[in-house]
């Protein structure tokens, strides 16, 4: 059994992050209501204004964590205050950070799913995370049939009844990783690419349309978020090194 525990670790209080490093954090977003108060705080009018937008409280509260967490670790490695940070998105809507002069560049991504959160911080490559929650209710061959490739269809239509759920997400989380380090939303199809999906397999980009020398640009790595949850990790290149931090909230 996976211990989940020890692959989250606090992180040190010297927090380096090299050209080959990449970073990912794992976090709540259910926090007491004076700390989100705190948060909030850190945030841009857009930003609250975003929030503002949300329906159902819950939803505006876990909006300020996401955002205001990611200014926090953010700001950890740049040495900035939380509320110095501006961002700005590409076309097709992926965050970045607005540079500016004298302050370093980062690559980040953000994924959250039912109150948990994972933030990936790289330098000088593009990244993308995915995270979600294993649902059982959902019909995983039909949705698969009409968005997954043909290949991915045929090895998920093999697996016992019982690997199926854990199968699908891991597919759909590794597919939305590299969307995401992309950057190109919903322009790149999910059927266009092919990734490993078998429980216990290699995480691995197996082959893309078009480009065959796409694939090899990319390393794909399944994280263990937690009881219940599957996520992916998508990188530019290879030869890099993965420290998975706790948030100590």
């Not at 953010?74 to 809507?93: I, N, T, V």
């Not at 490739?149 to 239509?157: G, K, T, Y």
């Not at 490993?196 to 065959?212: H, Q, R, Y």
Request: hydrophobic share 40%.
């Amino acid at each position: 059994m996976t211990s989940y525990g020890r692959l989250w670790s606090p992180p040190p209080a010297g927090l380096a992050l090299s050209g080959d490093d990449v970073h990912v954090w794992r976090a709540s977003l259910d926090l007491p209501a004076a700390r989100v108060q705190c948060l909030q705080h850190t945030l841009t009018a857009d930003e609250l204004n975003r929030a503002e937008r949300f329906y159902f409280q819950k939803d505006r509260q876990h909006f300020i964590v996401a955002r205001g967490l990611l200014r926090a670790i953010l700001s950890r490695y740049l040495d900035m205050e939380p509320d110095q940070l501006r961002f700005c998105y590409g076309p097709h809507g992926k965050p970045d950070l607005a540079i500016m002069p004298g302050q370093e560049t980062l690559s980040f991504n953000v994924s959250h799913s039912h109150g948990l959160t994972l933030y990936a911080v790289t330098r000088s490559r593009e990244i993308g995370v995915d995270l979600e929650r294993i649902r059982t209710d959902l019909d995983c061959e039909d949705i698969a049939a009409r968005f997954f490739s043909p290949c991915e269809n045929a090895v998920l239509r093999t697996l016992p009844a019982e690997l199926k759920p854990e199968a699908f997400f891991n597919c759909w989380t590794r597919k939305e990783a590299y969307i995401k380090a992309r950057g190109g939303g919903l322009s790149l199809r999910l059927d266009q690419f092919d990734v490993s999906l078998a429980p216990g397999e290699p995480t691995t980009l197996l082959n893309t349309t078009g480009d065959p020398q796409e694939a090899t640009r990319w390393s794909l790595r399944a994280l263990a978020p937690g009881p219940g949850y599957v996520a992916a990790l998508a990188v530019e290149g290879h030869g890099w090194r993965l420290a998975c931090w706790q948030w100590p909230e």
